[in-house]
């Protein structure tokens, strides 16, 4: 196959570049390095079957050439991204998707859609099945977000439903592991470039409302297997696996030998108190389940994070 990979710079896009190429697809990626880094996909430049355009997908976008897949995961998926640039969220979540399905529907290329556990905003049902339409403040400061991905998905089935455009929808819970950005506000980055520099841990509220982390190897894995399905309407892809955010903080501490302690700050607004996908359908239709367990995955990123020492990916954001 040959695949567009949106976002192809970000943390898991990047991931996916890589994933498609190790099975001897063909990828164009294309990012313009908004939340993206070019380190994500410099071992890529000169790949034989790899090309990057330069290029933000909420403009008019033209590829030449055939295609068989679509992937759209470009857009600024941290808080500290969404809520320092929600109108780029906005436009990402609509034009770009608007313009990704476009590219699937004149290749005739089948289209994925990255969308996001936040669909089911600060959930009154837990865990969250797929069949949850979730609460939601779309006036909130996390409302450009999380109805950007609410548009995006409607998109995608209208495309599906009315030009029949062969759609994909996967609903990605908290990610971590390597190349995540130090600087991107995430619980797993925030908490392991603390403690590395034995700073204290930022604790919101209490540290009681819950997260289920997945680990980017199974997270990329449960993405490829739901593009090669058949099914149609939205997968969870997270790992079930709950901890409360206190949990992670002092497993950090532990793991990186650090000396930080653990401060609190006040809850911001609309914070999700639970977050645990219920990935049933995952199971039975991809056969797909996480298999990385928290602190192995731990290891990994910390020992990632701690590479980092001098690059320029460590200067925080201007």
Known sequence: MKVLITGAAGFLGSHLCDRFLRDGHAVVGLDNFLTGHPENIAHLIGHERFHFIKHNISEFTYVSGD??????????????????????????????????????????????????????????????PESYWGNVNPIGPRGCYDEAKRFAEAMTMAYHRAQHVDTRI????????????????????NFIMQALANEP????????QTRSFCYADDEVEGIYRLFNSEERMPVNIGNPNEFTVRQLAELVIEMTGSTSTIVSLPLPADDPKVRQPDITRARSLLQWEPRVQLREGLVRTIEYFRGLSGSARMQPPT
């Open 201 to 208: 841990l930022t604790l919101y509220g209490d540290g009681s």
């Open 170 to 189: 996967v609903r990605i819970f908290n990610t971590y592991g390597p190349r995540m950005r130090p600087h991107d506000g995430r619980v797993v980055s």
């Open 67 to 128: 295609l068989d897949g679509v992937l759209h995961f470009a857009s600024p998926a941290s808080p500290v991204d969404y809520l320092n640039m929600p109108i780029q969220t906005l436009k990402v979540g609509s034009l770009g998707t608007h313009n990704a399905l476009g590219i699937a529907l004149a290749k005739q290329a089948r289209f994925l859609l990255a969308s996001t556990s936040e669909v089911y905003g600060d959930p009154l049902v837990h865990p969250q």
